[in-house]
């Protein structure tokens, strides 16, 4: 249990949450709405089904399906490399296991998605007006959240003393 008790993976059970809800808010979208249908929750937010056959904002979306392997590979080795972190950070560097956490929560989901449907289902969709930005899911969220946090983690002091 030293594993999880006095290192990066104390945070195990976020990255458990961050999943399950992420997994099961698309089970909810896939069961309950057809591909392209839209619910106004907001008069600039809407839960919209799509389905991103690329990475982030549908890049490489339209390349012929080489990419759902390639970035299956991409999630796969990132997700080893991040496990592989946790595993030897302290448990006392609360934002950037955080952060990893995070990440690698999302790019778990994402690539559950990806390796059962062949694309990654998404459904959060902001817009204003005529802009649209590009529909996400938790696990994105998740995601830039962690970014954000590995950001803000390497421009922090992080108790170094010097």
Request: aromatic share 18%.
């Amino acid at each position: 249990m030293a594993l999880f008790k006095d290192t990066g993976w104390r945070l195990w059970w976020l990255m458990l949450l961050v999943l399950v809800a992420d997994q099961v808010s698309k089970q909810v979208v896939i069961a309950n709405m057809q591909l392209f249908d839209s619910i106004e929750l907001l008069p600039f937010f809407n839960f919209t089904y799509v389905r991103n056959y690329g990475a982030a904002f549908s890049f490489l979306s339209d390349a012929g399906g080489w990419q759902r392997w390639f970035f299956t590979f991409i999630a796969v080795a990132i997700s080893c490399v991040l496990a592989v972190w946790l595993a030897r950070n302290n448990n006392t560097q609360l934002k950037l296991n955080l952060a990893l956490s995070l990440v690698l929560a999302g790019a778990v989901g994402n690539l559950i998605d990806r390796s059962i449907y062949g694309y990654v289902i998404d459904f959060f969709h902001l817009y204003y007006q005529n802009w649209h930005y590009p529909a996400f899911n938790i696990a994105d969220s998740a995601i830039c959240i962690g970014a954000a946090l590995l950001i803000w983690d390497s421009f922090s002091n992080n108790g170094v003393k010097k």
